[in-house]
């Protein structure tokens, strides 16, 4: 059985915020409810898709393929922590 819940979420704007709201609902064709968890919804995921992504300038893109494609030698510190690692993990 599927249950659905309808929560209510409230804000306070000014009359000519509402009224912007309002002609923009209107042309889209929807109810200004409708339009505003549409817009929220929009932009929520715009935020969340953009804070997954890495930016990096060209010179950190090829400084990232050069190391992929020639890894330097492991250093001491890294030796040591692959051996901690295996120890406590076997």
Same mark, same amino acid.
């Given at each position: 059985?599927?249950? @659905?819940?309808?929560?209510? %979420?409230? $804000?306070? &704007?000014?009359?000519? @915020? !509402?009224?912007? +709201? ?7 064709? $929807? ?5 505003? &968890?549409? $817009? ?5 995921? *715009?935020? @969340?898709? !953009?804070?997954? +992504? @890495? *930016? +990096?300038? !060209?010179?950190? $893109?090829? &400084?990232?393929?050069?190391? +992929? ?7 001491? !510190?890294?030796?040591?922590? &692959?051996?901690?690692?295996?120890? *406590? %993990?076997?």
């Amino acid at each position: 059985m599927t249950v @659905i819940s309808n929560e209510r %979420i409230t $804000a306070r &704007v000014s009359e000519q @915020i !509402k009224e912007t +709201l309002i002609a923009a609902a209107d042309l889209t064709g $929807a109810t200004l409810n409708q339009f505003l &968890v549409q $817009a929220a919804l929009e932009k929520a995921e *715009h935020i @969340i898709e !953009k804070d997954k +992504l @890495i *930016h +990096l300038s !060209k010179k950190d $893109a090829q &400084v990232f393929f050069d190391v +992929l494609e020639n890894p330097p030698e492991p250093n001491a !510190k890294l030796i040591n922590a &692959v051996k901690n690692y295996r120890a *406590h %993990i076997k």
